[in-house]
């Protein structure tokens, strides 16, 4: 009952880097770093200023979880905070991104996973688009969804 309270409480919003990077970076902060031992190189890059942001909010307005995607198609930096995973908030996430590239009339979209995460984007229909390769240690795969 508490996740499912907690699920119904959050909200999404769409947003610009300018506009949210101080919680964006929080996030991305206690996931990437924290959790997952990688080096400050993926809190933010040149990217992040020109793409369009997806963040996620609690019922006290803090934000919990975020992703992005850049004009070209490529989503990335999907976080979400520990206490909120196994909400479905990381496919709310990107789902809001994929329709952003629809809108945008794009033809497809692109990820660059790490093998663990894998198997969620291939639940929604991402496929295998490149060979694995290695990124701050960890294998990595470009995968790739076509858009109608």
Known sequence: MKSQTKKQQLSFKQTLWQESLDDILNVRHKVFMLEQHFD???LCDLKDGDSTHIIA???FDQVIACGRI????SIGRIAVLLP???LGIGSQ????LVDIAK????TKVSINADL???QF???HQFCSAGPVFMRQGVPHQKLALKLA
């Open 40 to 42: 400050d190189q993926v």
């Open 57 to 59: 909010t609690n019922e």
């Open 70 to 73: 850049t004009d070209k198609g």
């Open 84 to 86: 909120y995973r196994g």
């Open 93 to 96: 996430i990107l789902n809001r």
């Open 103 to 106: 809108q945008q009339e794009l």
């Open 116 to 118: 663990e995460n894998q």
């Open 121 to 123: 984007y291939q639940n």
